[in-house]
């Protein structure tokens, strides 16, 4: 629940970033919210989609199929996690800055009001299809259904709220810093499903398990228990884990804060 929760959070309050900066740049166009409805009416619609042939792929496959899927996805949401944290290191103010130009020229008439629907189209689809392919990819971890969905709920509501705030002027934080406590928060996530991943290509054969059991801290915190059950889903924690799973977990820590720190020391060129 909490994992969902999070993710949830973190990509409602970005799309909702996002649409705020769109409604912000096209303040005096005509039509502006008409416009910008359409197009989070469209994005949201278009990540319902995606879920749809998620839910039938997922249906589509069984036994050692099922298995394969879920490593699939799993490795899919690291990627996709690894790669948000990593853009997200430089580009977050570029963004914006595109935005408000593309705001300006609409409202100059360089470009078409259509401009505006389509950036926020862009954005809540993209935010929605990651918050699919991400819950989905929790799910495969093991994550009740109840619990998906009742955490996803919860950040959504969440995320929207503090995105209106903001946007309102009601809530002032420093975005900055949020967004370094959820990237690390993430980080860990993309840790935990890489671990799960290896777990399910070593049962498949693909991978060797490097050592079975390598600690067994169930007398501690049972994986079974609530608080294990939460620490599993949220940051990959497995009470006896395996040589591979360990590998993995570290493997994508080390790689990701490598590439964001790298990134950090690289920042984008300005045109």
């Given at each position: 629940?909490?994992?969902?929760?999070?993710?949830?959070?973190?990509?409602?309050?970005?799309?909702?970033?996002?649409?705020?900066?769109?409604?912000?740049?096209?303040?005096?166009?005509?039509?502006?919210?008409?416009?910008?409805?359409?197009?989070?009416?469209?994005?949201?619609?278009?990540?319902?989609?995606?879920?749809?042939?998620?839910?039938?792929?997922?249906?589509?496959?069984?036994?050692?199929?099922?298995?394969?899927?879920?490593?699939?996805?799993?490795?899919?949401?690291?990627?996709?996690?690894?790669?948000?944290?990593?853009?997200?290191?430089?580009?977050?103010?570029?963004?914006?800055?595109?935005?408000?130009?593309?705001?300006?020229?609409?409202?100059?008439?360089?470009?078409?009001?259509?401009?505006?629907?389509?950036?926020?189209?862009?954005?809540?689809?993209?935010?929605?299809?990651?918050?699919?392919?991400?819950?989905?990819?929790?799910?495969?971890?093991?994550?009740?259904?109840?619990?998906?969905?009742?955490?996803?709920?919860?950040?959504?509501?969440?995320?929207?709220?503090?995105?209106?705030?903001?946007?309102?002027?009601?809530?002032?934080?420093?975005?900055?810093?949020?967004?370094?406590?959820?990237?690390?928060?993430?980080?860990?996530?993309?840790a935990g499903l890489s671990a799960q991943a290896a777990g399910f290509l070593n049962q498949l054969g693909v991978l060797p398990s490097l050592g079975t059991?390598?600690?067994?801290?169930?007398?501690?915190?049972?994986?079974?228990?609530?608080?294990g059950q939460l620490l599993h889903i949220l940051v990959g924690y497995i009470a006896r884990p395996s040589g591979i799973e360990l590998v993995f977990y570290?493997?994508?820590?080390?790689?990701?804060?490598?590439?964001?720190?790298?990134?950090?020391?690289?920042?984008?060129?300005?045109?």
């Open positions: 629940m909490l994992a969902a929760a999070i993710v949830m959070f973190r990509e409602v309050l970005e799309a909702a970033l996002i649409v705020a900066v769109v409604l912000g740049a096209g303040r005096g166009i005509p039509g502006r919210n008409r416009w910008v409805a359409t197009g989070i009416c469209l994005g949201l619609g278009s990540a319902a989609v995606v879920a749809v042939l998620a839910s039938v792929a997922s249906r589509s496959f069984s036994g050692e199929a099922q298995a394969w899927l879920n490593a699939i996805i799993l490795l899919a949401a690291v990627g996709m996690l690894a790669w948000h944290n990593i853009w997200m290191r430089t580009h977050g103010r570029e963004l914006a800055g595109e935005i408000r130009a593309v705001g300006e020229q609409v409202l100059s008439g360089q470009r078409p009001v259509l401009a505006l629907m389509i950036i926020t189209w862009v954005a809540v689809m993209r935010e929605g299809s990651e918050a699919v392919l991400f819950l989905w990819a929790i799910a495969a971890g093991g994550d009740r259904t109840f619990d998906l969905l009742s955490g996803g709920v919860a950040g959504m509501m969440a995320g929207a709220g503090v995105g209106g705030l903001l946007y309102l002027g009601l809530l002032r934080i420093p975005l900055r810093h949020f967004f370094s406590v959820t990237s690390a928060m993430i980080l860990l996530l993309a059991a390598i600690w067994n801290t169930s007398a501690i915190l049972s994986q079974s228990s609530l608080p570290a493997g994508t820590v080390l790689v990701i804060l490598l590439l964001m720190y790298r990134q950090g020391r690289n920042p984008p060129a300005r045109s």
